[in-house]
């Protein structure tokens, strides 16, 4: 058996720690390879120390305090950033970081939380491969809108870590200093902590004494960090730490951890090794029903002697009088058996019918609930029945293997997508959203027809949707070659194909869609969530618009729409932020900064970079504003096209990210920039006999920056 939690329930507590090192501090039990000082641990990275000055004494490994040790895990307790306002603006702050020098990584049981109405925080970090960000946003207006237990973006909010964290910092900021909400948020707090701690209570903990809430947090919520021995190891390289009746198992990550073998309990990493269970002695308790004899990592059950049969169960053993008797116990247990087999395989058949019966019956439910009959009676109204698919949910269960996490080809804010394969082996996309709405069943279905009618070659087409499920089921036709944002920033020599002329095209595909969507359709339709991850390509690098999770219809005697604010942190409209007013150009602002990651290669929030430079839309106006375009562009572009070329496409960019969104094109104006843009004569940017000190400048940085073959 596992040596379970260490909590000192081992066969003989003198195996739970090397000879004469303590077992205990505290109340906390410290297992071997854990040990007090180097002599009594496994080696420099289980020395832990046992702060006495406190009542009770404190366990701590480095500077964090231990709250409970398993055999995978150490339990910890939480550091904190927390930033707290008056009417001045901040009064207080921290900000929260560990650092576990690669000795442990923070497990994925891990959330990163936010609490507070108006802040939001970034935590970076790093793991033993490459470094990583995250943010999440705190948002509410009135303390009566703030749930209890639920953190789901209303005064918390809450986002998952990656694998293999060895190092975390966050930074908290705020919005306005709280000062809309004052009256009862006066703290914003970001932290790390393992989600099953968590214990939000609303606007309870929102108004609380700051110090109450921070020693809340401390106490109650805890980090789980994961542990094994000899992370550059393996089992099967070299001798391990594996001591008798044990087993030794790799780590997902690297390094490995020890296992007590079945019918065996105790501490694998210290000499004996683990000790053999006697099962028929356990508790002064017989798992026999007759006589049981102990063996080395199990038991044997023998009836008495006059008996036979299988002491292992009730009335297993018979008396053995005659051999009549013994034949006649045969042939009624025969019988007994039978029936009861006979009774059990009936109860059986009828479960699973009412059981068939109860799943049609809710699948008809879900299909009425979520607008079904309302969507066919449309359709039919229409005269439009191919317009779209209804599959069914057993379909789209085995296109997707049940909706198996091996066939997830994507994750957002507002569900899942899966890579299905249906009867007719046509690959599609599934999309599984992961909240649905039953009062807005009418609205939902009247956008589900218009998006049919949505038909472009640069936007991926809706195939059909499922109404079976409690969430309803969108299908999308399948696109094979990833997103933008991942050949930008991610594919391995990705970059190749990306030129000036493939960036325009590009550009111009998308822009073109987004034009259609706002201006070429019945209802026009506002994107919201416009970034390069949401454009994606197929096998020809056509782009193609995805993602409509987040999108609004628009009526056509109204210029905008009030909206729950949605979208993503670096592509944000900051007009629509600041006042929810959701306008066609918040897509243009959103399209602006994807044309400057097209144009400089870098990401819309840069963990890397410094002050002004971190916001790329900020980054980029700034730099068309003095003159400094050149220095930040892809450095492959300044052999590819022009200077005017560049500085043309640079104030496009500059116009669609203003601050203001009547200052801003349209994406129809966009679209004719672009193009114009495509059908000017290139010349290589060091033929050019202006801008001396520009060219000056490429060709003495050229050898660093450029390779043609990349």
């Not at 020890?258 to 508790?283: A, F, R, T, W």
């Not at 111009?508 to 991850?533: C, F, Q, T, W």
């Not at 609004?552 to 592509?571: M, N, S």
């Not at 009547?662 to 495509?678: I, S, Y």
């Amino acid at each position: 058996m596992v040596m379970g939690t260490f909590d000192g329930s081992t066969p003989n507590n003198n195996h739970l720690a090397k000879p004469n090192c303590p077992t205990v501090c505290g109340n906390i039990t410290i297992p071997y390879p854990f040990g007090i000082g180097t002599d009594c641990s496994l080696d420099y990275t289980f020395n832990l120390t046992c702060n006495t000055s406190s009542e009770p004494p404190k366990l701590l490994v480095g500077s964090l305090e231990i709250y409970n040790i398993s055999d995978a895990e150490l339990r910890v307790f939480s550091d904190i950033s927390y930033r707290c306002y008056n009417q001045s603006g901040v009064a207080v702050e921290s900000i929260g970081w560990i650092d576990l020098a690669g000795y442990y990584t923070f497990s994925t049981k891990n959330k990163f939380i936010v609490i507070g109405c108006d802040d939001y925080a970034l935590i970076t970090g790093t793991n033993r491969a490459e470094s990583s960000s995250s943010g999440c946003f705190g948002l509410c207006n009135k303390a009566r809108d703030v749930p209890i237990r639920e953190c789901s973006g209303i005064g918390c909010c809450q986002t998952s870590i990656p694998k293999g964290l060895t190092y975390y910092n966050i930074t908290l900021h705020s919005l306005k200093n709280h000062s809309d909400v004052l009256s009862f948020n006066e703290c914003g707090y970001g932290f790390l902590v393992e989600e099953e701690s968590l214990e939000f209570n609303g606007v309870a903990d929102l108004s609380s004494d700051s110090w109450d809430f921070y020693h809340k947090i401390r106490s109650t919520m805890h980090v789980v960090l994961d542990w094994v021995i000899k992370l550059e190891g393996k089992c099967g390289n070299k001798v391990n730490e594996c001591k008798g009746n044990s087993s030794c198992y790799d780590v997902d990550g690297g390094g490995y951890r020890c296992k007590c073998s079945e019918g065996y309990e105790g501490n694998p990493y210290l000499q004996p090794g683990c000790q053999d269970i006697d099962e028929c002695n356990v508790q002064g308790t017989n798992p026999c029903h007759g006589v049981c004899i102990n063996t080395p990592g199990g038991y044997d059950c023998k009836c008495l002697p006059g008996a036979f049969g299988d002491a292992n169960i009730t009335n297993g053993c018979q008396s053995v009088d005659t051999k009549d008797s013994e034949f006649s116990s045969t042939i009624l247990i025969i019988v007994i058996v039978s029936g009861m087999l006979a009774i059990l395989s009936g109860i059986v058949g009828i479960f699973f019918a009412i059981m068939r019966r109860k799943l049609t019956r809710l699948r008809e439910k879900f299909f009425e609930q979520n607008g079904g009959v309302l969507l066919k009676q449309k359709l039919k109204a229409q005269g439009s029945h191919d317009a779209m698919t209804l599959f069914s949910s057993k379909q789209l269960r085995k296109a997707t293997h049940n909706y198996s996490r091996d066939q997830i080809i994507g994750k957002g804010a507002y569900g899942v997508v899966y890579k299905g394969v249906l009867s007719d082996k046509c690959v599609v996309a599934i999309k599984k959203s992961k909240v649905a709405d039953a009062t807005q069943a009418e609205q939902f279905i009247n956008e589900l027809l218009i998006l049919t009618q949505v038909i472009h070659r640069n936007v991926v087409k809706l195939i059909g949707c499922c109404l079976e499920e409690e969430v309803p089921l969108l299908v999308y036709e399948f696109i094979s070659n990833n997103t933008l944002f991942y050949h930008i920033h991610h594919r391995l020599g990705g970059m190749s194909w990306l030129t000036w002329e493939n960036r325009l095209r590009v550009a111009i595909e998308a822009a073109n869609a987004l034009g259609y969507l706002h201006s070429e359709i019945n209802m026009p339709i506002i994107h919201r969530d416009v970034k390069s991850a949401n454009i994606l390509l197929d096998d020809n690098y056509t782009a193609k618009i995805s993602d409509f999770g987040a999108s609004r219809l628009v009526p056509l005697d109204h210029g905008q729409v009030t909206t729950l604010i949605q979208g993503t942190l670096g592509y944000l409209d900051p007009e629509y932020f600041n006042t929810s007013q959701l306008t066609e150009k918040s897509d243009v602002y959103s399209f602006g900064v994807v044309l400057a990651e097209l144009v400089t290669g870098k990401k819309p929030i840069g963990e890397d970079r410094i002050n002004e430079e971190k916001n790329l839309a900020t980054y980029f106006v700034n730099s068309v504003k003095g003159n400094h375009l050149f220095e930040i562009v892809e450095p492959r572009l300044l052999h590819e096209t022009t200077l005017e070329q560049l500085q043309a496409l640079g104030d496009l960019v500059k116009r669609c990210l203003s601050s203001l969104g009547r200052d801003r094109p349209t994406m129809k104006e966009v679209v004719a920039e672009l193009e114009g843009l495509r059908k000017f004569t290139t010349h290589p940017w060091v033929q050019q006999q202006t801008h001396n000190h520009v060219r000056s400048f490429f060709l003495e940085v050229e050898q660093d920056l450029y390779d043609p073959h990349s």
